[in-house]
């Protein structure tokens, strides 16, 4: 069994508030993923609200993105299309929650063990924020169970800033692809 964790393929990141180039340039790449995934796809949303600007991110980031409820908080139309389950929404760059959910879909099924389970491979955006925090928390969550993050399926805020998190995820002991 293999997951895929599809992290904030959101429009805000993609081609609005905080879209750049490379990130558009990932959408078939990680749409193409997901169509040829043979295990459990999870996407996660990252989930504002429209007191933004007045918490610690708003501050340090002061570029409203994501409002719950917006288009931009949405995810791109060619990923929608092939989401089979809710996202996860979280309010922070990493998600405790989408650890929690995969840990219990592994005890429903009764295979909590690196035996049965093959891995967890991320995609998305942003490699430096969001994809990094989460590779990290599910490397601590399963410290036996190959994390995989695929570098072509992924952007960061910059093309450097990207290439510098592969490496420290590198670092960690998550796989790069």
């Known amino acids: 069994m293999k997951i895929l964790v599809v992290v904030d393929m959101q429009n805000d990141f993609i081609d609005g508030a905080l879209g750049t180039e490379e990130a558009v340039a990932i959408v078939p ?7 040829g995934f043979d295990g459990k796809v999870y996407y996660t949303r990252d989930t504002h609200e429209i007191n933004y600007p007045d918490t ?14 917006s288009k931009g908080w949405e995810l791109h139309p060619e990923i929608e299309a092939l989401r089979e389950s809710e996202p996860i929404n979280k309010p922070a760059f990493g998600s405790l929650e989408l650890g929690y959910a995969i840990r219990e879909y592994m005890m429903d099924r009764g295979v909590l063990g690196k035996d049965m389970i093959e891995s967890i491979t991320l995609v998305g955006l942003c490699t430096d924020i969001c994809v990094i925090s989460n590779a990290i928390i599910l490397k ?7 994390v995989i993050v695929d570098g072509s399926c ?17 670092m960690c002991q998550i796989e790069v692809e």
């Open 29 to 35: 790449k990680v749409a193409e993923k997901i169509r």
């Open 56 to 69: 610690q991110e708003g501050k340090k980031l002061p570029v409203s993105h994501c409002i719950r409820g």
């Open 154 to 170: 992924c952007a960061g805020v910059t093309p450097t800033s990207h290439k510098n998190a592969l490496e420290a995820m590198k």
């Open 140 to 146: 601590a969550m399963f410290p036996e169970l190959p």
